[in-house]
């Protein structure tokens, strides 16, 4: 670390001004924060399994979109020790879900500037009556990071929001009986004095709720597909499992990179441990599931993630289907290839002959609300939109348009509104008609009305 190039108060040309405690997102207002956008988070973290503590140092390095007295960072975690701020001592305050933080000089707009938070303690899990647990999740041996959509504050102080995706270095340092995990590629580990630190890099932008870490026993398994590193980890209680997963994930890959482009980052694989959670979580390159061994579709769909939502993530959370219609529509097209009684057409038959109130059809999936983005209409309905684009525009254009969203904003964000314009101009076709039923319109939408 050392002092960041145009940082410093001399770099200031005009009125400064604190940073936004948030950016305003209508569902969740209060995450994120404005003023800067972060580029690195590099996180040294030392877990000691009695009394489950956590002793970690963030390093955060980030621009000024602004002149800056004071900037906010989510954190929801446990006891901060030391702020600063391009080497200098900061003074910074608790308020609530944010870490405010007040450099010994006001920052100039466009300096680099680089905060180290350190902190100590246990991180809390949180909970979410649609989510259940989620944060910082402990396990029988350690511990599993879970953080969709607002989690990633219970451990890491953050610029927690997907509109701000940065790269990640990691170094976990646990007790050598214990491995640790992260996203991207591992380095060697380093044993010493009964230590063991991993280092993971992430060289892709990612946003904050796809970081994940998992520390405990597990096997291991490791391959590669073409260029990109297969590894997957899973508790010894599924050590059975562990061929057939690691070989669907790859099996995955591989069919998915015809259909979509080619793979967005170096690494994949797949984490599985312990704790009930539930749910599977498409944290970038390694998705974790929690609880349970994971069937085809779910791997499916947690690897169809990585190009919808991880490589082209999400600006506002109401644009939620973008990620999950377009991950169970991949399972919908992996039944299409390797189950020749079913089609896409087949299942999107079956929920269309259910009831307007259906669960499968309501909330709409365009708005479904801060409680329901979740729901199962944000799934199903959103794939059915999909569905019902296929059959206006035709597989060329349809599969094209698919293929072209994820290559053209390869580590970046996009909208509904952009998708629909990419649609448009692929196909020749005008769509507002055909959105508007299937994204917007309450109940289920009329033959012929699109």
Known sequence: MGLSQGAGAGATGGAAEPGDSGLGDGYFPTSGN???DVSNYEVDLKFTPEGHRVDATVEIKAKAERELTSFNLDYRGPKITGVTVD?????????????????????????????VVSYTGTPPTLTNPGLGSYGWNKTKDGALVTAQPDGAAAWLPSNDHPSDKATFDFAITVP????????????????????TTYRWHERS?????LATVAIGRFVERRSRAGRIQVITAVDPKYRKSLKRVHDTTVKALRWQ????????????????????????????TRPVYGGFV??????????????????????????????????????????????????????FNRYYRQSGSSPALNPVPGRPGRTEMFGFSVYIRGAMTLEALRRKVGDRAFF?????????????????????????????????????????????????SW
């Not at 900061?90 to 905060?115: N, Q």
């Not at 259909?259 to 599977?280: M, T």
């Not at 600006?315 to 939620?320: H, N």
């Open 34 to 36: 404005g003023g800067y």
């Open 87 to 115: 080497g200098r001592p900061a003074e910074h305050e608790r308020k609530g879900r944010e870490l405010v933080v007040t450099p010994a000089a006001a920052i100039g707009k466009d300096a680099v500037f680089e905060t």
């Open 176 to 195: 050598s009986r214990l491995r640790a995990y992260a996203n991207g590629e591992p380095d060697k580990p380093v044993t010493e004095d009964g230590l």
């Open 205 to 209: 932008p990612m946003a904050t709720y």
């Open 257 to 284: 990179q015809r259909l979509f482009g080619p793979y967005p980052f170096s690494s994949s694989g797949a984490i599985v441990d312990d704790p009930q959670l539930g749910y599977a979580l498409e944290t970038q």
């Open 294 to 347: 994971p069937d085809e579709a779910f791997i499916v769909h947690e690897i169809a993630h990585q190009w919808f939502g991880n490589s082209v993530s999400l600006r506002r959370w109401e644009d939620i289907w973008l990620n999950e219609g377009f991950a169970t529509y991949a399972e919908w097209l992996w039944k299409e290839r390797h189950n020749r009684h079913e089609s896409t057409r087949k299942i």
């Open 400 to 448: 094209r348009t698919l293929r072209l969203w994820a290559t053209e904003n390869k580590d970046g964000h996009g909208d509904t509104e952009e998708f629909i314009a990419l649609a448009e101009k692929t196909s020749g076709k005008q769509l507002d008609r055909l959105f508007k039923v299937w994204l917007y319109q309450k109940g289920k939408p009329a033959k012929g």
